[in-house]
Nanobody, 124 residues
Framework: VQLQASGGGLVQAGGSLRLSCAAS????????MGWYRQAPGKQRDLVAT???????NYADSVKGRFTISKDNAKNTVYLQMNSLKPEDTAVYYC???????????????????WGQGTQVTVSS
């Protein structure tokens, strides 16, 4: 299973970016997908998650500004980021939780996977 993230870049404060993350491989199901971010010298923190059923969870710092969505058929998760602030600057990592992959006539036990990260830089 591979997670390919895209959509990062440089934007001025108040601007918007949309991140995408597509999971590929012999995927049977994914329990949840989401985004974390890590700023220089800081730990990796949760940004937003969305379950296969559509339930969402956001970090308090991004509520009302970021929206997570998904396309189950494409195993893709999106993060629409509006009203960006300099403190949103970080490497954004997508992840997939509870991924089951096909194996023979069934599927393997679930695993979690991380994408490679995409840089988001917000200038003041």
């Amino acid at each position: 299973v591979q997670l390919q993230a895209s959509g990062g870049g440089l934007v001025q404060a108040g601007g918007s970016l949309r991140l995408s993350c597509a999971a590929s491989g012999s995927i049977f199901s994914i329990n949840a997908m989401g985004w974390y971010r890590q700023a220089p010298g800081k730990q990796r923190d949760l940004v937003a998650t969305i379950t296969s059923g559509g339930a969402t969870n956001y970090a308090d710092s991004v509520k009302g500004r970021f929206t997570i969505s998904k396309d189950n058929a494409k195993n893709t998760v999106y993060l629409q980021m509006n009203s960006l602030k300099p403190e949103d600057t970080a490497v954004y990592y997508c992840y997939a939780e509870g991924v089951r992959t096909y194996y023979g006539s069934g599927y393997r036990p679930p695993n979690d996977y991380w994408g490679q990260g995409t840089q988001v830089t917000v200038s003041s």
